[in-house]
């Protein structure tokens, strides 16, 4: 069944009117819908409704509602990803894996060796676009939250003390990731093509964050991302 995401809270599910210019394109050029097709809409709450198509013009489809069901499919565990900033479309590869996953938060980071130091708006918006199509596609019903960028020692400093923080450290040899997680809101520190520098593994450690292995192999910033994320959701399964 065609699942649609709406970024508005439905207010009235009897009367489900959409306006959204790329909702209506999606539904008509991309899925082809038309009168009397039903599909799966929802928001961010814990409701999906199933509608039927009543009408159809150039700035709205007008909607009926046939159904509605609480879904659960969000994880027990709050995993927030500060990632730092990669080259070309690597960000963007796991912005959507990560949503997939199911990671609450996702807080892009330049550290030292980021060679990608900001992102234009442009990004930023291809970003949301990409997070808000991949829960639609895996079932997921809370799109995870983009944050703005951040420093990594400003990150590092406002972390909550009561909370699990950890950082990838290729280096570390001792602690393995699937040993320490034994909280349910957990911050995530993940490295850029050049890992993160002592100066900044050290500032992490002084404030409580604990550096973990991921093996003996050293993984590519974007392969750590997904295994971190996939390794801590499967310990909550």
């Known amino acids: 069944m065609n699942r649609v995401f709406l970024n508005t809270i439905i207010e009235d599910p009897q009367n489900i009117i959409i ?24 928001d961010k709450q814990s409701v999906e409704y199933l509608v039927e198509i009543k009408e159809i013009t150039p700035k709205q489809i007008i909607c009926q509602f046939v159904s509605k069901s609480e879904i659960d499919r969000e994880l027990e565990i709050e995993i927030n990803l500060y990632q730092a900033l990669l080259k070309k479309d690597k960000f963007e590869w796991i912005v959507q894996k990560a949503t997939e996953i199911g990671v609450k938060k996702i807080i892009p980071v330049v550290s030292e060796f980021c060679v990608v130091r900001d992102l234009t708006k442009n990004k930023l918006v291809r970003y949301q676009k990409i997070i808000n199509e991949a829960t639609m596609q895996c079932g997921g019903k809370i799109p995870p939250q983009l944050e703005t960028i951040q420093d ?23 602690t393995k990731l699937k040993d320490i997680i034994n909280n349910k809101r957990i911050n995530l520190f993940i490295g850029p093509e050049g890992g993160f520098s002592q100066e900044e593994i050290s500032i992490a450690q002084r404030n409580s964050v604990r550096p973990f292995s991921l093996g003996k192999r050293i993984l590519r910033a974007e392969t750590a991302a997904i295994i971190s994320c996939g390794i801590i959701s499967q310990i909550y399964a």
């Open 19 to 42: 306006k959204d210019k790329e909702i209506i394109k999606k539904l008509i050029k991309v899925m082809r819908l038309s009168v009397k097709d039903n599909f799966i809409i929802f």
């Open 152 to 174: 990594f020692s400003e990150s590092i400093a406002g972390l909550p003390a009561q909370d699990l923080n950890i950082i990838a450290y290729e280096s570390e040899s001792g």
